[in-house]
């Protein structure tokens, strides 16, 4: 069983920027797609951005060019560099590895 330890997240106003972090344990393919989805309230989850292995990554297309995912295979972890935040962006973020889930970091962008 994989578990997945988010952090980051808060409160930022339109325009900023914020890091999440998320670090997995337990046994771990590189080619598994490691990503994070978000879910904001009366809508169903939706991918943010995924990478597997190291160099192959996907962006949902409202994020393209404002938000970044980096993984290291060698630690685990998976990071998500979010630029330029619009209110939209405001959800609560998950973690996800194959059928592990983390337990969401909220993210709030607002003036």
């Known amino acids: 069983q994989v578990q997945l330890v988010e952090s980051g997240g808060g409160l930022v106003q339109p325009g900023g920027s914020l890091r999440l972090s998320c670090t997995a344990s337990?046994?771990?393919?590189?080619?598994?797609?490691m990503g994070w989805y978000r879910q904001a309230p009366g809508k169903q989850r939706e991918l943010v951005a995924r990478?597997?292995?190291?160099?192959?990554?996907t962006y949902a297309d409202s994020v393209k060019g404002r938000f970044t995912i980096s993984r290291d295979n060698g630690k685990n972890t998976l990071v998500l560099q979010m630029n330029n935040l619009k209110p939209e962006d405001t959800a609560v973020y998950y973690c996800n590895y194959g059928q592990s889930w983390g337990q969401g970091t909220q993210v709030t962008v607002s003036s």
């Open positions: 990478a597997v292995g190291g160099r192959t990554t």
């Open positions: 337990g046994s771990i393919s590189i080619f598994v797609p």
